[in-house]
């Protein structure tokens, strides 16, 4: 493997278009970040929160980073080694997002929040629906404001107050959202508890696919920094067992989930697993499901990557129409600027009608894009 550092978004150069997809090929990135402005939630929640509401900033070395109650929530690996020179502009300037996509063929791109995500995460549940207000209408705009090729995941406070859930999607449609998603590990709630039932009843009802985004971690020590990584981009076996054995995708079949950022080369095992558990401890199963586990993920599930060739290897393990390539832009674990060579070997490796569902096809389909 080679050793040579990989640069920082900011100081790679987009290579000269050399290869272009087979006629017919849709280019979305499933699983990019748009930073947010600094103010933003100073600027838009009612005044009783303002002093409140977390605090969106450049440091010393021009990073932007969040704070919510005056501590700080980024890393400080990530934030000692990705100064301001590091970082694209297109992280926050609307033309340049606009210009980068171009140049590597991306016609679409869906966009995750880069620092707005851990308000779903406060105690305080009023200020958690403020903010996501602030947020979501925020985002509704810079959605208008590309023609539409941004395709921004709007944050679902509503985890906490399950009720709220059926109004709160309304406004989501209202603003324009074709995608939406809720913590991937909640601290306070309990996906497979009764209590949520009434969430994914209307989730399903709603016919907005549900985003289940992965988190950063705060290990510390030697050696954290790339333990925190490497655990954060593939998290997501437990939360899909948790799905799949308790029921809430038996019963709720227009529930349709996408795991992102968490690469594809993991599914293939958890469902041989899963399969194989169910059976083996069938007598201790509860709630008992009507087929295997795994028939449900290939009814309802899908998983975001990047660049993961052991997952192409085992991509029909998991079904070419359940993966979702995309850019990660602008992150340094990103492949900007590597883009084309990465899609045009999908083409090489994959039948043709596969790689066209994988680098946008399968996004078109999922959220009506």
């Known amino acids: 493997?080679?050793?040579?550092?990989?640069?920082?978004?900011?100081?790679?150069?987009?290579p000269p278009i050399t290869w272009r997809p087979p006629a017919g090929t849709r280019v979305i990135s499933a699983d990019d970040h748009f930073q947010e402005p600094e103010g933003l939630f100073e600027d838009r929640v009612p005044a009783r929160f303002r002093d409140r509401v977390p605090k969106i900033y450049r440091d010393e070395n021009g990073s932007f980073q969040v704070s919510i109650d005056g501590v700080s929530l980024s890393s400080g690996g990530?934030?000692?080694?990705?100064n301001?020179?590091?970082?694209?502009?297109?992280?926050?300037?609307?033309?340049?997002?606009?210009?980068d996509m171009d140049a590597e063929l991306v016609e679409k791109s869906v966009v995750f929040p880069q620092k707005a995500m851990p308000v779903l995460g406060m105690a305080d549940k009023d200020l958690v629906f403020a903010c996501c207000d602030a947020y979501n209408e925020w985002m509704s705009g810079v959605q208008k404001e590309s023609n539409g090729r941004i395709v921004p995941v709007a944050l679902l406070p509503t985890v906490y107050r399950v009720d709220a859930t059926r109004d709160y999607i309304a406004k989501i449609k209202e603003w324009g959202f074709k995608a939406m998603q809720i913590p991937s590990a909640p601290t306070t709630v309990q996906y497979n508890r009764s209590a949520m039932e009434p969430l994914w009843q209307a989730i399903s009802e709603s016919?907005?696919?549900l985003s289940l985004h992965v988190r950063g971690h705060t290990t510390t020590g030697a050696g954290a920094l790339g333990s925190d990584l490497t655990y954060s981009f593939q998290p997501f076996r437990r939360l899909l067992a948790t799905f799949l054995f308790s029921g809430i995708l038996e019963r709720n079949e227009g529930l349709k989930l996408v795991f992102s950022e968490g690469g594809i080369s993991w599914v293939p095992s958890t469902l041989y697993d899963a399969d194989k558990l169910y059976r083996m401890y069938s007598g201790g199963m509860t709630p008992k499901l009507a087929q295997l586990p795994s028939y449900y993920w290939y009814r309802q599930c899908y998983s975001t990557f990047m660049d993961d060739p052991i997952g192409i290897k085992l991509i029909d393990d998991m079904g070419a129409d359940h993966?979702?390539?995309?850019?990660d832009y602008p992150h340094p674990e990103g492949i900007l600027g590597n883009t084309v060579a990465i899609m045009k070997s999908f083409f090489d490796k994959l039948p043709e009608d596969q790689a066209k569902m994988i680098v946008g096809g399968n996004a078109s389909r999922i959220w009506g894009i």
């Open 1 to 14: 493997m080679n050793m040579e550092p990989i640069p920082f978004p900011g100081e790679r150069v987009i």
């Open 78 to 82: 990530i934030a000692k080694s990705y």
């Open 84 to 99: 301001k020179a590091k970082q694209r502009q297109g992280d926050w300037d609307l033309q340049s997002r606009l210009r």
């Open 207 to 209: 016919g907005i696919p």
């Open 323 to 327: 993966a979702l390539w995309s850019l």
